[in-house]
């Protein structure tokens, strides 16, 4: 086959985007502003609590965040006058990610903003464009499974992958309470993910930590030592000794010059194999032919920083 390479089917926005988005500036206001942001110095670990905190502070969270969109609605002109639904139904969804399972990807801000945004435009676009045909109540299944297919690669291929959003997109299209919204879905879900959010930073970072990171777990500040490394994969040296890239020479030095570098480095700091993935304080090796999620990424960084 002509693709072996499997990162030759690989699509990674954040190598566009990354380099345009500035370094989060939590390091420059006070500390305990910017601890309730999700920045800790790194000696300020998050101590390990059993089930039953985090069990607490998710019913705290989910009951204040919910009651506390629920109750902004009801005192909003524009939302009684459009006859707004009290809470989008996906935002139950929504509060489980963003107060129980605080670590993952899916319920960190760049997901669950954007995400929802995404999945309301897509949603919203789909319904007008059926909206057009006489034949809508018959149709409308149809247009719910484009709507929430749609939305979820929409959200795949901007790293914003949100499940409750994937409900948003769907209930756009087939939830009466929710379609006569048109484009006014938007500003309803907006809100409603920015107040959940609030609530997240204010009651997830007691004793706990939220959120991991804001756009990406990758370093944005500029001249920082990467902390993932890539090892050249046994393909590549298999082609550079065949002449394909340098002079069987250069690449005898090379090996010759990394033999050394392994004998006079401690045993703790040795470079991994081709094949091995080598986890240690502040860095993280990955063989070169190995494409890794953003999930992925994030996992091993939280292994990286317990050590």
């Known amino acids: 086959m002509a693709f072996k390479d499997p990162r030759q089917w690989s699509f990674d926005v954040d190598l566009y985007v990354n380099r345009l988005v500035p370094p989060p500036p939590w390091r ?3 500390y305990p502003v910017a601890r309730f942001m999700g920045y800790r110095h790194e000696g300020d670990k998050p ?11 998710a019913f705290i969270g989910i009951f204040c965040s919910l009651a506390l969109i629920e109750g902004v609605g009801m005192h909003i002109p524009e939302f009684a006058a459009r006859s707004a639904p009290l809470i989008v139904g996906s935002f139950g969804a929504a509060a489980v990610l963003e107060f129980y399972a605080i670590e993952s990807p899916l319920a960190q801000p760049r997901n669950a903003i954007i995400g929802q945004l995404i999945s309301c435009v897509v949603g919203v676009g789909v319904c007008k464009l059926f909206l057009l045909s006489d034949d ?5 299944w149809l247009g719910g499974a484009i709507a929430c297919a749609a ?5 795949a291929l901007t790293k914003t992958v949100h499940p409750p959003a994937g409900a948003t997109a769907l209930m756009a299209v087939t939830d009466d309470a929710i379609t006569h ?5 938007i500003p309803v879900v907006m809100l409603g993910c920015v107040l959940m959010l609030v609530v997240a930073l204010l009651v997830n970072n007691v004793g706990r930590r939220f959120p991991l990171y804001w756009w990406t777990p990758e370093e944005l500040r500029p ?9 050249p994969s046994s393909s590549s040296t298999a082609r550079a000794s065949a002449g394909d890239e340098e002079p069987k020479e250069d690449v005898e030095a090379e090996a010759g010059a990394d033999v050394e570098a392994e004998a006079e480095r401690p045993r703790h700091h040795r470079v ?3 094949n091995e993935i080598l986890i240690r304080p502040s860095e993280v090796f990955v063989p070169e032919h190995m494409f890794l999620t953003q999930e992925e990424k994030l996992l091993l960084e939280s292994m990286c920083q317990r050590l």
Do not use: D, K
């Open 28 to 30: 420059h206001i006070p």
């Open 223 to 231: 001249g920082r030592r990467e902390m993932f490394h890539r090892r």
């Open 136 to 140: 809508f109540e018959r149709i409308r």
């Open 272 to 274: 991994p194999e081709t």
């Open 181 to 185: 919204l048109g484009w006014f879905l």
């Open 47 to 57: 101590r390990e609590a059993g089930n039953l905190a985090p069990i607490l502070w």
């Open 151 to 155: 939305a979820t690669a929409c959200m």
